[in-house]
């Protein structure tokens, strides 16, 4: 497509990043800046993106500028970039928590702006995005934004004030299902199971499940009925997780992670 993509920043995100959406730019020109230069050099030995000596000279190429900073290194680096961002630009960023009117606080003229929150999964193809554009935005940006985030899972617009709910449950969401995943697997292996064995029942058996509810659209309640007969094993698994209130204990990790995405943001 030919456009100039620029990253501030050269972290994990960005390197699972350019690893899974490497086929879907191919037609852009990528370049990276990192405060350490090492990291994004390490980038460019593995992926054809090139490294900007300085965020001015990214902020002064790029068409789509990517801000994927740590939340709190936000300001500083959209301090330097503020003046030399082009006109018609389009700054995403993927900062946790820091709002579009942060952003643009910090220019005179604002650009267009968008707010996404990916999550690790896209690196197989299966990640969730949100994606929330400034009325400013052009809309073939937010096709062309959802379109790219497409082609590694699910990407939907979102409005802003959901943005700390999203970074909790599809931001956080793969690690409370990683320990899910590994608690299910230790109940396996207490019971004689080999633990490599363990741990593909159980990621396995939760992609499975996962998949039926996005597939089917029927209610995880009915699906939960299917599989749990009367006086069976499903319900006396299901009896003891109720017991200690499995879904409030569940619930209240998404509450935590969303009230902690706030605090951040204050
Ligand atoms: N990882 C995820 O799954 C994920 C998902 C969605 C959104 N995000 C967001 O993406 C952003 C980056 O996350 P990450 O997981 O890639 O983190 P990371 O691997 O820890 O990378 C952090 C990045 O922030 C830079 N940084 C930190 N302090 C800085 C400062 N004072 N000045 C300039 N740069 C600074 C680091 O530069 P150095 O290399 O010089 O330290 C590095 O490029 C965060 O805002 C996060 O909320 C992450």
Known sequence: MGRTIG??????????????????????ELWVWNRTASRSEAL?????????PSIRELAERSDWLFIAVKPHAVA???????????????????????????????????????????NLPLSVGHGMTAICPDPAVRPDDVE???????????????EER????????????PAFAFLFIESMADGAVLNGMDRTQAYEFAAQTVMGAAKIILESA??????????????????????SLERKAFRAIVMDAVDAAARRSRELNG
């Open 218 to 239: 029927k209610h995880p309640g009915e699906l939960k009925d299917i599989v749990a007969s009367p006086a069976g094993t499903t319900m006396a698994g299901i009896h």
């Open 44 to 52: 460019a030995s593995r992926y054809p993106v090139r490294v900007a």
């Open 76 to 118: 500083k680096v959209l301090s330097e970039a503020c003046l030399h961002v082009k006109e018609d630009a389009l700054v995403v960023s993927m900062a946790a928590g820091v709002t579009i009117d942060s952003i643009k606080a910090h220019f005179a003229a604002p650009p267009a702006i968008v707010r996404i929150m990916p």
């Open 144 to 158: 062309s934004l959802l379109t790219l985030f497409s082609t590694v899972g699910r990407a939907r617009l979102v």
């Open 7 to 28: 990253f501030i920043g050269a972290g994990k995100i960005v390197d699972i990043m350019l690893g899974a959406l490497g086929p879907a730019l191919s037609g852009d």
């Open 162 to 173: 959901l943005f700390d709910t999203v970074t909790a449950l599809s931001g956080s969401g």
